[in-house]
T-cell receptor
Framework: NAGVTQTPKFQVLKTGQSMTLQCAQD?????MYWYRQDPGMGLRLIYY???????DKGEVPNGYNVSRLNKREFSLRLESAAPSQTSVYFC?????????????FGDGTRLSIL | QQQVKQSPQSLIVQKGGISIINCAYE??????FPWYQQFPGKGPALLIA?????SEKKEGRFTISFNKSAKQFSLHIMDSQPGDSATYFC????????????FGTGTRLKVLA
């Protein structure tokens, strides 16, 4: 049982390049999330998908787009990468969309923008 | 009002000692307060969580204390072990109005053998 799988694990981009981060969960969860983690700032919510077919902005959505491809998959796209988007990106899922649902995280994608 | 303030930033404890990490929040709409544990190179994993209608929750060596009037909550790790060395994040969430799931800035715990 893999849980939440993120690909790739590492990526280096040049400023202006585009990139899609992939996330898939095998727990039959309804809700999925994208976070970024920066030193000294904890995790910040970028976008979330409460259920298949819906997406909403989180705390820091600028410069990103998302697609909930199906119930299992939720991708994050950087259309024109900027150095400020250098970060570790985590995908998470929860069984239902509710404030008291535990979130299950993948192991992250480490992204560097030069 | 959406911040969750966590302290200390780092903590060193002797094996067998008690580790205490504190968090404070402002938004009274928060109704779920989880703690996550993160090891290097891994994603955060839920450790323990509490709702504001109880003042304390214990799971094994881990205890959350919650003070609703002070808008503070803390994680206590009893009999700390070297395997507990990790980064700990508190969080607070609400679905009331705009969905929020706000993390603290993290505490790096090192337990000395």
């Amino acid at each position: 049982n893999a849980g939440v799988t993120q690909t790739p694990k590492f990526q280096v981009l040049k400023t202006g390049q585009s990139m899609t981060l992939q996330c898939a969960q095998d727990m039959n969860h309804n809700s999925m999330y994208w976070y970024r983690q920066d030193p000294g700032m904890g995790l910040r919510l970028i976008y979330y998908s409460a259920s298949e077919g819906t997406t909403d902005k989180g705390e820091v959505p600028n410069g990103y787009n998302v697609s909930r491809l199906n119930k299992r998959e939720f991708s994050l796209r950087l259309e024109s990468a900027a150095p400020s988007q250098t970060s570790v990106y985590f995908c998470a899922s929860s069984e239902w969309f509710s404030s008291n649902q535990p979130q299950h995280f993948g192991d992250g994608t480490r992204l560097s923008i030069l | 009002q959406q911040q969750v303030k966590q302290s200390p930033q780092s903590l060193i404890v002797q094996k067998g000692g008690i580790s205490i990490i504190n968090c404070a929040y402002e938004n009274t709409a928060f109704d779920y307060f989880p703690w996550y544990q993160q090891f290097p190179g891994k994603g955060p994993a839920l450790l323990i969580a509490i709702r504001p209608d109880v003042s304390e929750k214990k799971e094994g060596r881990f205890t959350i204390s919650f003070n609703k009037s002070a808008k503070q909550f803390s994680l206590h790790i009893m009999d700390s072990q070297p395997g507990d060395s990790a980064t700990y994040f508190c969080a607070a969430s609400t679905i009331s109005g705009t969905y929020k799931y706000i993390f603290g800035t993290g505490t790096r715990l090192k337990v000395l053998a």
